[in-house]
């Protein structure tokens, strides 16, 4: 034991001085009995100014009352930690600045007796790093966030647009071809509004975009939105923006070919939209009806609707497989795994 003590002695003599972290030793009554340079520097002081000073004067006053007692703890217990593990740690500099600390205290025998080290950690600098960080992190925020808003402005301007160019016209398959433009555009306009209003820009809440479109997709179509219900069915599906937007405009297409097509003569009845993700990531979008269904000679594969070759190229991008059951219900069925768009 007097060895150990005697080449302690002499480390903390010699090469205690020089370690280019800030250490500081103090007895069992909390008195500092020797500091390093660094220590010196990150607290200000030389260190004839310390030696023989209650450790606390290191310490803001607000936190020094509690001290002795937290000393007291570790003796009882001594060993290598952290000191106040899951508190902010705070230093005070001779000038009665105050900065962010992180402190290990570890017993150490020596010639003079069992003593405390502790090393200091000035965090000063992790801790404007680490604010610059979040700074930019917001100034990012407010920018996508502003980009979402101005994308949403444009297309309603583009919906207004094309609006008012249906109005001067009189031939109805034009005003028709407009509206399903119209449409187009909403729902692509809807989903930057639902990221504009969301707390995470990457992640599209689509029940919430769907509940916002399809009220609106059915009173485009006039006398249709009474006689036909919506009804919607979802989990709480979260997609990215770039399969976001695709499904929109597959479910904009198909629910819109289901009422111009499927509920012909003022017949009434209901369109189901459903979308789930499995634990795969594997999302399932389908959108059925009970109208009059899908003619067997019908080739969907080669269909000159425009709605279909967008529905059949968006599945493409998407790498998904879309699956139709034609009556009783019709029933379109698009499966994607998430992440898989390129």
Known sequence: MTALRIALGEYLGQAFYRIPVAMIVVNNDGTIVR?????????????????????????????RHKHPGYRGGFL??????????????????????????????????????????????????????????????????????????????????????????????VDTELVDVLRDSQNRIRSMS?????????????????????????PRLTESYGSRSRQVRIEIRSTEVKL????????????????????????????????LVEIRENADQVVELSISDDGQ???????????ESLGLQLVHLLTRQLHGHLDVHRSNPTRFTLTFRMGEKS
């Open 35 to 63: 500091l390093n340079e660094l220590a010196e520097t990150t607290f200000g002081y030389a260190s004839a100014e310390l030696i023989g000073q209650k450790v606390e004067v290191l310490i803001p006053p607000r936190y």
């Open 76 to 169: 009882s217990e001594p060993s290598a930690r952290p000191m106040g593990a899951g508190r902010d740690l705070s230093g005070l500099r001779k000038d009665g600045s105050e900065f962010p600390v992180e402190i290990g205290i570890n017993p150490v025998e020596t010639g003079e007796g069992p003593m405390i080290l502790s090393v200091i950690l000035d965090l000063s600098e992790r801790k404007l790093s680490e604010k610059r960080i979040q700074d930019a992190l917001q100034q990012k925020d407010l920018l996508l966030k502003e980009v979402h808003h101005r994308v949403k402005n444009n297309l309603q301007v583009i919906h207004s647009l094309l609006d008012l160019q249906a109005l001067k016209m």
């Open 240 to 271: 990215p923006i770039n399969e976001a937007i695709p499904c929109g405009l597959i479910v904009n297409e198909l629910v819109s070919n289901a009422l111009k097509h499927g509920f012909p003569n003022d017949r009434s009845g209901t369109v």
């Open 190 to 214: 809807l989903i930057h509004q639902t990221l504009y209003q969301s707390q995470n820009f990457a992640q599209v809440d689509f029940q919430r975009f769907l509940s916002e479109l399809l």
């Open 293 to 303: 269904g899908i003619a067997l000679d019908k080739d969907l594969g080669k269909s």
